[in-house]
């Protein structure tokens, strides 16, 4: 098995995708407010900037930045993974009896890019925005309501 190597970059701006363990699943949109809490837990105990994000049912992709001279983004995902699976009741359990604590609802692992320059930003933020539309959630951006493109739109960066 390849060795997966992490770019570690201190107050870094990083996008990241992290899928349930079900790609059939909806549990991200239908337990959003859960989701919220534990982001919102995370956030706090570990600081970070939200630059961009975007919820589908079953995977969410974000953009963050930071604080300078830090770079645990592993522990606030798992902050976040594990804030949201313990706010879910027991029958949410997409896969039980894996390893011992884990509740079968994540994939172990997220994927993250370092972000190199702002152009790089922008076609990540682009990407977090459209992809409800490329999963053929919605026809139009403006439909789909776990993003930040509304607050964007609204603070007039589009």
């Not at 645990?72 to 699976?85: N, V």
């Not at 359990?93 to 011992?100: E, K, V, Y």
């Not at 930040?148 to 603070?155: G, I």
């Amino acid at each position: 098995m390849p060795q997966y190597r992490r770019w570690f970059v201190p107050g870094g701006t990083y996008f990241f995708t992290a899928n349930l363990l079900r790609r059939d699943s909806r549990l991200l949109v239908e337990h959003v407010d859960a989701l919220r809490a534990a982001y919102a837990d995370a956030a706090q105990r570990q600081p970070f900037k939200t630059v961009a994000i975007c919820v589908l049912p079953n995977h969410l992709h974000c953009i963050w930045t930071l604080p300078e001279g830090d770079s645990d983004f592993p522990g606030r995902w798992r902050r976040i993974k594990t804030g949201f699976s313990r706010r879910l009741p027991r029958s949410a359990d997409l896969a039980p009896g894996r390893r011992p604590g884990e509740r079968g609802v994540w994939q172990r692992r997220f994927w993250e890019h370092v972000i190199t320059d702002t152009d790089d930003l922008a076609a990540h933020i682009a990407y977090v925005h459209a992809n409800p539309v490329k999963h053929r959630l919605v026809a139009d951006i403006d439909d789909w309501p776990f993003s930040s493109w509304h607050r964007w739109k609204r603070e007039g960066w589009v």
